[in-house]
Antibody
Framework: QVQLQESGPGLAKASETLSLTCAVS?????????WGWIRQPPGKGLEWIGG???????YYNPSLKSRVAISLDTSKNKFSLMLTSVTAADTAVYYC????????????WGRGTLVTVSS | QSVLTQPPSASGTPGQRVTISCSGS????????VNWYKQLPGTAPKFLIF???LRPSGVPDRFSGSKSGTSASLAINGLQSEDEAEYYC???????????FGGGTKLAVL
């Protein structure tokens, strides 16, 4: 079955760049679907970050678009998130997800990884 | 402030029917299909309902969804203790060109 697993530092420094990777098993990311990220600040709701298709087409949350980049590594069946100029407001659990866009169907999720931004 | 509006909480007793609403606008729910996600404490959300009313494989038929105009609803029949969770609605917003979520509804089974 399709499985996603996030990895990356659990701590990021304010003003620096947050980087996370998602390893996918059970499905080739170069076949179909958008691959992307959702985040959830502690005690709060879900926020969609964006998604990228193997053709290079991307969708990003307009509120984060200037700071975010999602890229695919099809040779390793992984994809990555980079979020620049982070602040404490970016502290959240970050989930990688398989997405059917623009249908907003998020059918497979990773377990999530907590990233804390410290000053 | 979420683009989609959900009640922050809902409750019911075992065996009851509970509904959770999700309100939006013409650029999101009014123009696109709605999906629902269930999140147990400390775990990742799980895909529950798609295309307004369809259930992925493995989701009990106690769960059902509907949409009318710019609002959608999730109904849970025969409430069980394991239904106690946070529920989120989501759809695409044509103006934002983005997935948008409701703020979530915490369901308590009393």
């Amino acid at each position: 079955q399709v499985q996603l697993q996030e990895s990356g530092p659990g701590l990021a420094k304010a003003s620096e760049t947050l980087s996370l990777t998602c390893a996918v098993s059970g499905y080739s990311i170069s076949s179909d679907f958008y691959w992307g990220w959702i985040r959830q600040p502690p005690g709060k709701g879900l926020e969609w970050i964006g998604g990228v298709y193997h053709s290079g087409n991307t969708y990003y949350n307009p509120s984060l678009k200037s700071r975010v980049a999602i890229s695919l590594d099809t040779s390793k069946n992984k994809f990555s998130l980079m979020l620049t100029s982070v602040t404490a407001a970016d502290t959240a659990v970050y989930y990688c997800v398989r997405q059917d866009l623009p249908a907003a169907i998020l059918d497979h999720w990773g377990r999530g990884t907590l990233v804390t931004v410290s000053s | 402030q979420s683009v989609l509006t959900q009640p922050p909480s809902a409750s019911g007793t075992p065996g009851q029917r509970v509904t959770i609403s999700c309100s939006g606008s013409g650029s999101n729910i009014g123009s696109n299909t709605v999906n629902w996600y269930k999140q147990l404490p400390g775990t990742a959300p799980k895909f529950l309902i798609f295309n307004n009313h369809l259930r992925p494989s493995g989701v009990p038929d106690r769960f059902s969804g509907s949409k009318s105009g710019t609002s959608a609803s999730l109904a849970i029949n025969g409430l069980q203790s394991e239904d106690e969770a946070e529920y989120y609605c989501a759809t695409w917003d044509d103006s934002l060109n983005s997935v948008v979520f409701g703020g979530g509804t915490k369901l308590a089974v009393l």
